[in-house]
C-alpha cells in the first residue's frame, strides 16, 4: 500500500475472518451451499467439491503452506486492496496430490513436493504461483465486502 508515499506491508486478515469471506462468496456467487467450516480436515468443506483450502493474501509476501495439507480445491483470497473496499477471489481445482501441483516450482531447484518431503514450509508468493496453475485458475469473485453476502442469480 502505498497512501503516503511510503510502500508498507498490510497486516494479514485472520484466517477465521478470510474463511467466512470465501465461504459466502462460494455460498453466494458458485451457489454451493454445502460449503461449511463442519469440517475435521481443515479449512472448508463441501458435499459438492470436498476439502476447500482457503489461502489470503494482503500483501506481495510469501503465501505459506504445511507441508502435510490435502485438498481437493484450493481458493485464493486477494485482499491486497481490502482497504479500498476491493476482494478478488481465484479457484483452482487442483487436488494437493495432483502431479501439477506437486510440480510447482517454489524455487529455482525445488519443487513444492520437494518442500514437502524434507518437511519444510513451501512458500512463494501470488505473483510466482498463478503463472504456474494459470489454466487451471478461475476468477470467481471481484467485488467489495458487501457484495459477497448478495446471493447471485
Not at 503463472?131 to 485458475?137: I, K, Y
Request: proline share 5%; glycine share 4%; hydrophobic share 30%.
Amino acid at each position: 500500500m502505498k497512501k503516503f508515499g511510503v510502500e508498507i506491508r498490510l497486516p494479514s486478515i485472520p484466517e477465521d475472518i478470510s474463511e467466512n469471506i470465501v465461504k459466502y462468496i462460494i455460498q453466494n456467487k458458485l451457489n454451493d451451499k454445502t460449503s461449511s467450516w463442519d469440517c475435521k480436515r481443515g479449512d472448508l468443506e463441501s458435499k459438492n467439491e470436498g476439502k476447500q483450502e482457503c489461502k489470503c493474501f494482503t500483501s506481495t509476501g510469501p503465501l505459506s503452506f504445511t507441508p502435510s495439507s490435502e485438498w481437493d480445491v484450493i481458493y485464493f483470497l486477494d485482499a491486497q486492496k481490502w482497504l479500498s473496499d476491493s476482494f478478488v477471489l481465484y479457484r483452482i481445482p487442483l487436488k494437493r496430490t495432483s502431479t501439477e501441483w506437486q510440480k510447482i516450482k517454489v524455487s529455482k531447484k525445488q519443487t513444492f513436493e520437494d518442500q514437502c518431503k524434507q518437511g519444510r514450509r513451501p512458500r512463494m508468493n501470488w505473483k510466482i504461483l498463478e503463472p504456474q496453475v494459470a489454466s487451471h485458475c478461475t476468477k470467481v469473485y471481484e467485488g467489495t465486502f458487501e457484495d459477497i453476502f448478495t446471493q447471485s442469480v
